[in-house]
């Protein structure tokens, strides 16, 4: 069965230092991985996405993640972090099972907390 | 517009009572889903529908129901609320994307 891991429960940045939140995940065969996003009383948004080929994919608001095969990670980057950027992180993973039909699994999540 | 919405934001409920919640698109996806969101956990999918077969969870089976009666909406239906029912519930429908809509925080007591 697949499965997502984020070791971090919450993590805290300086505004304008880089950032890296972590995602490992479990799946047997090629996965489809996502960052999404959940603002304060908002739901959730996607960030990125990624589909097998890049192994680095960008996203919205100078985010981007890199998949790794051989350490089965999808780790979320940003060079400089803006207070705006206060959330909870969700990872996830799908399996596809073709067209709009398909399940996602998803991690606990990680609280980005920005710090002045 | 990639809009999901969801009706109502909040709802209290009492113990035993029946609880009806409410999602809608207008995007023409084919496939809706609903998730329940409790505090420091993942998202956990209930069920979805693809086009009008409903797909429900193997351990979420007998708590959930739901309907679909047109595309564009989709609502989750707890016969009898208990105390383990208080969650946020996400609609998400989906494209080639999931694109999820505000939640309804229920708090049932």
């Known amino acids: 069965a697949q499965s997502v891991t984020q070791p971090d429960a919450r993590v805290t940045v300086s505004e304008g230092a880089s950032l890296q939140l972590r995602c490992k995940y479990s799946y047997f065969g090629t996965p489809y991985l996502f960052w999404y996003v959940q603002y304060p009383r908002q739901g959730l948004q996607l960030l990125l996405k990624y589909y097998p080929g890049d192994p680095v994919v960008q996203g919205v608001n100078g985010f981007e993640a890199e998949f790794s095969k051989s350490n089965s990670s999808f780790h979320l980057r940003k060079a400089s972090v803006h207070w705006s950027d206060w959330a909870v992180y969700f990872c996830?993973?799908?399996?596809?099972?073709?067209?709009?039909?398909?399940?996602?699994?998803f991690g606990k999540g990680t609280l980005l907390t920005v710090t002045p | 517009d990639t809009t999901v919405k969801q009706n109502p934001r909040y709802k209290l409920a009492r113990v035993g009572k029946p609880v009806n919640l409410i999602c809608s698109q207008t995007?023409?996806?084919?496939?809706m889903y609903w998730y329940q969101k409790k505090p420091n956990q993942a998202p956990k999918l209930l069920l979805f529908?693809?086009?009008?077969?409903?797909?429900r969870e193997a351990d979420t089976f007998e708590k959930f129901q739901s309907s679909r009666p047109n595309n564009s909406f989709c609502s989750l239906y707890i016969g009898s609320a208990g105390l383990e029912y208080s969650a946020m519930y996400l609609c998400a429908s989906a494209g080639y994307e999931q694109y999820f809509g505000p939640g309804t925080r229920l708090t049932v007591l």
């Open positions: 529908y693809y086009d009008k077969i409903l797909n």
């Open positions: 996830a993973v799908s399996m596809h099972s073709g067209g709009s039909n398909y399940k996602l699994t």
């Open positions: 995007m023409n996806h084919d496939t």
